[in-house]
Every structure is written in C-alpha cells, then in structure tokens.
C-alpha cells in the first residue's frame, strides 16, 4: 500500500537555523504531495502541496519540491523561529476513486529555542 | 479560518462500553473522515463518508466501529463495545472535494478515549 517515510522523529534547531525534515514516499499511482503542522492540542493544518513532478509548494517561508525520481518532499525552511516549534507531518494523497483519504508520515517534532 | 469542533475532548470509560465521539465539520463541506492516533504514532486513516455514505474504510475500522450523519447534524464514530486497544485520539476532518483532489483537509483538535 501506499506509505509515507519521515526520517526524522525530532529536531532541535535554534532560532535562525536552517531547517530540513526529510520526507519519502511510496505510491502505486501519481500521488499529490502534502505538508501539515500540529501546534500543541490542535489539530493538524494543511500547509501546502505539490501535484506534480519538480512542482514547489510554499507557506509561511517553508518549501518543499516534488521530486519524482527520488520520491521524495523534503520540507525546507532558511531562517526558523521559536513560534515554529511544532509537529510536521508529511503525507500523499491519490486521486481518483476510493481513493479519497490522505496518508500521513509519523511526524516530526520540531523543536526551536531562543 | 473554518473550525471543525469534536466533542467531547477527552472522555474515559470501561472496557466493553459504547462510546460516541462527535464531530461539528465546517459547514459547507461534503466530505468527512476519522482518523486515529496512538500515543507518539503517525495517525491512521479509518473512515471516509460523503452523501450519507461510507466510501472506505481501512483494516482499523472494526466491525465494532461506525459512522453516521443523521440529517446534517453531528458526524459520529460509534464504538460498541470498546476495547483497550481503542484507547487512542480520533481526528475528525472534513473537505470540501476529495482529500486527495485538494489536500485541504480541515482537522478538529482530536477526541482522546481512555479505555481502561
């Protein structure tokens, strides 16, 4: 089935760091690619996606591109502040069918101080 | 921005009891889902629902789980009976086309159920 790696389970950065949070994935069809956030007792917020191959996807000064070759949506950010802190969760979504539901990584947890 | 509301936030009862978790989707939407995530896990799709309907469901969703929207109320997760392993948060989200189409699910803050 369809699956979704983060390679990282936590990351501590402090403020201004540059951020990576690796993500691959695993799909039988052309998946859409998503980023969310989950700040503490919330729910999770999509951030953006990307369609298609070599398409970025943006928000809130993160980025992720779409590599098909490499099947991966590795979320990137230049400059992470304190108010960052928070779970990131990858995920991929197929269209088409029943296939109606997105599959979600197991989050990484970033964690950002002063 | 649109909110998603789950009641009750926390609810604990004994095993072998019903449960009943609510959902409030934003209001236009037509698609919903429940999702379940174990402590320190990623979160796993149970359910999906539009037109009165379940779409699918995954291996998660026992024969002891349903769901149901009567007349555009509330969107319920009923568990009859519980079992410890139910102990878990149950994420409601909806959309307004298919996840996948959009990847603008909405979640609401999760359902904590401790089953002891």
């Known amino acids: 089935g369809d699956s979704v790696t983060q390679t990282e389970g936590q990351v501590a950065l402090s403020e201004e760091d540059f951020l990576t949070i690796h993500c691959n994935y695993s799909?039988?069809?052309?998946?859409?690619l998503f980023w969310y956030v989950q700040y503490p007792g919330e729910g999770p917020q999509f951030l953006f996606r990307?369609?298609?191959?070599?398409e970025k996807g943006s928000s809130r000064g993160f980025e992720a591109t779409y590599n098909k070759e490499t099947t991966s949506f590795h979320l990137q950010k230049a400059s992470v502040q304190e108010s960052d802190s928070a779970v990131y969760y990858c995920?991929?979504?197929?269209?088409?069918?029943?296939?109606?539901?997105?599959?979600f990584g197991k989050g990484t947890k970033l964690s950002v101080k002063s | 921005g649109p909110k998603v509301l789950q009641i009750p936030s926390h609810q604990i009862i004994d095993m072998g009891q019903m449960v009943t978790l609510n959902c409030d989707p934003v209001s236009n939407h037509l698609y919903f889902y429940w999702y379940k995530q174990i402590l320190g896990q990623q979160m796993e799709f149970l359910v999906n629902?539009?037109?009165?309907?379940?779409?699918?469901k995954s291996k998660l969703f026992k024969d002891q789980f349903s769901v149901e929207r009567p007349d555009g109320s509330y969107f319920t997760l009923k568990i009859q009976p519980t079992a410890l392993e139910d102990s878990a948060v149950y994420f409601c989200?909806?959309?307004?086309?298919?996840?996948?189409?959009?990847?603008?699910?909405?979640f609401g803050e999760g359902s904590k159920l401790t089953v002891l």
């Open positions: 989200a909806s959309s307004l086309r298919t996840g996948a189409d959009t990847g603008q699910l909405y």
């Open positions: 990307a369609s298609r191959d070599k």
């Open positions: 799909a039988s069809g052309y998946p859409a």
């Open positions: 629902f539009y037109n009165g309907k379940v779409m699918e």
């Open positions: 995920a991929l979504g197929v269209s088409g069918g029943s296939n109606a539901k997105l599959t």
